[in-house]
């Protein structure tokens, strides 16, 4: 080949055509089977998280269209009922155990239960005053009574409120988290 006719000439603007030599075509193998690997690969991924997220469902218990309506819980098994409209009041009172105290939060539900003071001199069993009660505020850290006991604020029907009262001046109280 020739390679003084592909050079530019300094009188056209246009250069002579340059020869290209001939070769056989490419033939690139396996093109397909890069595909179809590639195919594979990209339905895998969508496969996996549908049926991660069917485990994830059957893990959980959620119920599908079919699936019947999960009843609630027989009475016995939850927190006693308390109707909507009840209005609630805080409720001061003093448990007898201030280590017992310190394991409440704000939030947590708890039942009161009374028992006899022996100094009193009142005679009896330990009775639940108050069950399913929310505690509104816990004492802060040194907040306690010289006798151990600390006071807690628990929300509380009206009710309850006068109970919870009555309670703690003929017996000592104690919590029980629900």
């Known amino acids: 080949m020739n390679t003084d006719s592909c050079l530019p000439h300094t009188r056209t603007s246009v250069p002579p055509p340059c020869g290209v030599p001939q070769f056989d075509p490419l033939r ?11 195919l594979r690969r990209r339905r895998r991924a969508p496969a996996a998280v549908l049926a991660m997220t069917a485990a994830a469902l059957a893990a959980t218990g959620a119920a599908g269209a079919d699936d ?6 027989p009475p016995s098994a939850r927190a006693p009922h308390r109707p909507a409209d009840v209005p609630l009041v805080s ?14 939060r ?13 100094a009193v001199g ?9 069950s399913g009660a929310r505690v509104a505020e816990v004492p802060r850290a040194g907040e306690t009574r010289s006798d151990g006991g600390a006071l807690i604020v628990l929300s509380v029907p009206r009710s309850t409120a006068t109970a919870l009262a009555g309670a703690g ?7 029980t988290l629900c």
């Not at 001046?169 to 919590?175: D, E, F, N, P, Y």
């Open 28 to 38: 690139v193998r396996g093109g397909r089977l890069r595909l179809r690997r590639a």
């Open 68 to 73: 019947p309506v999960p009843q609630p819980p």
């Open 91 to 104: 409720a001061p009172v003093r448990i007898a155990d201030a280590a017992t105290v310190r394991l409440l």
């Open 169 to 175: 001046i003929t017996s000592q109280l104690a919590v």
């Open 122 to 130: 009142a005679g009896g069993d330990a009775r639940v005053v108050a």
């Open 106 to 118: 704000p939030g947590d539900r708890v039942d009161v239960i009374a028992a006899p003071d022996s």
